[in-house]
């Protein structure tokens, strides 16, 4: 039995990509898919709710290189991080970069996110991360069901500054 009151039915899975297709003895690359609904129960069962699943939006942008170290932007990987509550728990994939600096994160679902290097990524450090003016890195942005986001520019440094010294009593 459920009480009264306002209800948001959410479902999620993680499916195969299409493409690009595993090499053989390769797991395939998962994509999320979701679906929610906002229902009212009012002391009634409640017969054929129906959600229909869909595939997660797409993020895109570009990578720009700042300062005179190199940056490998082959081995940098560019992921949605959540910062806030999302229709449930998704495995987004990271998007690799291309030579260029363009890259397209795909199967994110809506919530708040913050842009940045995807764990385990190397090639560079992700300085700042601005879409719509305002750096994902600080304001997390909100990514919507109606609407892909795209024209991104993350800035990219070969590593963060370090900071020397001793420590005295």
């Known amino acids: 039995n459920v009480q009264p009151g306002q209800y948001s039915l959410e479902a999620h899975a993680d499916v195969p990509m299409a493409e690009p297709a595993p090499a053989p003895g390769q797991r395939p690359t998962m994509t999320p898919l979701w679906a929610s609904q906002e229902i009212t129960v009012a002391g009634q069962s ?14 895109s942008g570009r990578v720009v290189v700042e300062g005179a170290g190199p940056v490998d932007l082959s081995r940098l990987r560019v992921t949605a991080l959540p ?50 003016g305002a750096d994902t890195l600080d304001f997390p942005i909100e990514v919507t069901a109606t609407q892909d986001l795209v024209g991104g520019v993350l800035t990219a440094v070969p590593r963060f500054a370090e900071i020397t010294g001793q420590l005295q009593d």
Do not use: C, Q, W
């Open 46 to 59: 409640i017969a054929d709710v129906t959600l229909s699943m869909a595939h997660g939006m797409n993020v």
């Open 83 to 132: 910062a806030g509550p999302t229709y449930g728990e998704f495995n987004i994939p990271a998007a690799r970069v291309a030579t260029d600096g363009r890259f397209t994160i795909t199967g994110v679902v809506p919530g708040r996110y913050r842009i940045g290097s995807a764990p385990g990524s190397a090639g560079g450090v992700i300085k700042s991360s601005v879409f719509a």
